[in-house]
């Protein structure tokens, strides 16, 4: 079992829910991103996701965008980012995730990236832009080197989409709350509700719900339902004002 897996384990076991912050790498700098996730560990983060900087990240809302737009003119690179990634490993076992588009993993090439990933202490990827029924052979590739492959739900996913992702999907399923981008505004419906359920019906992979979660009387409603709250876009926007992140995820530790 991955890392990721062994936290989630862990979590369920102690009848706990997994937070999973996003920051962008980075965003002000390499410096600060390493030290934001050490940060994010002390504040009670489980799993921590790190955004690669993309000039057309389709899935993310404004106040991601402009950060992969400071990242981008600071000349973060999917390379680079894996170098913080290896700092941060001097001095944190979290479990890591990238959240990347497929753009820069092809240019990359898809076993290269999966290497660099993994020996720099990647434990999985998300690639929104990469669905499973084009991903033959990054998870293949995925699965020989130990990559988990975390792909996406969403409330119009059908329960034949469910099965497809199911199967595609290691260390935890990625249920987006909202069809819209990142950052936009949660609505708890009956829908969240049923579409889990239809979820776990098919499998026992944990499930962490994301996208439009803020407040920690949010995070607490999710984390009701679902093994793990995703949080970005929140945290992001503290970050470019220059605030501290760690009261806020403290507050989100603590609701969920």
């Known amino acids: 079992m991955s890392r990721i897996g062994d936290t989630l384990k862990a979590l369920k076991g102690s009848g706990s829910k997994a937070l999973i912050p996003y920051i962008m790498a980075g965003d002000p700098s390499p410096v600060a991103t390493r030290q934001y996730v050490l940060d994010l560990e002390a504040a009670g983060a489980d799993i921590i996701e790190l955004g690669v900087p993309f000039s057309d990240p389709l899935a993310d809302g404004p106040t991601i965008q402009r950060a992969a737009e400071r990242a981008l003119n600071k000349g973060i690179t999917l390379r680079k980012v894996l170098r913080i990634v290896r700092e941060i490993r001097k001095e ?98 009956k829908t969240m509700k049923d579409t889990l359920h239809s979820i776990r019906d098919v499998t026992g992979i944990p499930v962490a719900v994301g996208f439009g979660i803020s407040s920690p009387k949010e995070a607490s409603a999710v984390a009701k339902m679902a093994d793990g709250v995703i949080v970005g876009s929140a945290i992001v926007k503290l970050i470019a004002q220059g605030k501290s992140i760690k009261h806020y995820v403290k507050s989100l530790r603590k609701a969920i």
Request: aromatic share 10%; glycine share 8%; no cysteine.
């Open 92 to 189: 944190s076992d979290i479990p890591l995730i990238l959240m990347t588009y497929y753009n820069p993993v092809f240019k990359m090439g898809i076993e290269s990236f999966i290497k660099s990933a993994v020996s720099s202490g990647v434990d999985g990827v998300i690639i929104p832009d990469l669905i499973p029924d084009e991903a033959e052979d990054f998870i293949k590739q995925a699965r020989l080197y130990g990559l988990d492959t975390i792909f996406l739900l969403a409330p119009t996913s059908t329960p034949e989409r469910i099965r497809k992702v199911v199967k595609a999907s290691t260390g935890f399923l990625y249920y987006v709350s909202i069809t819209g981008t990142t950052g936009s505004k949660l609505s708890i419906e």
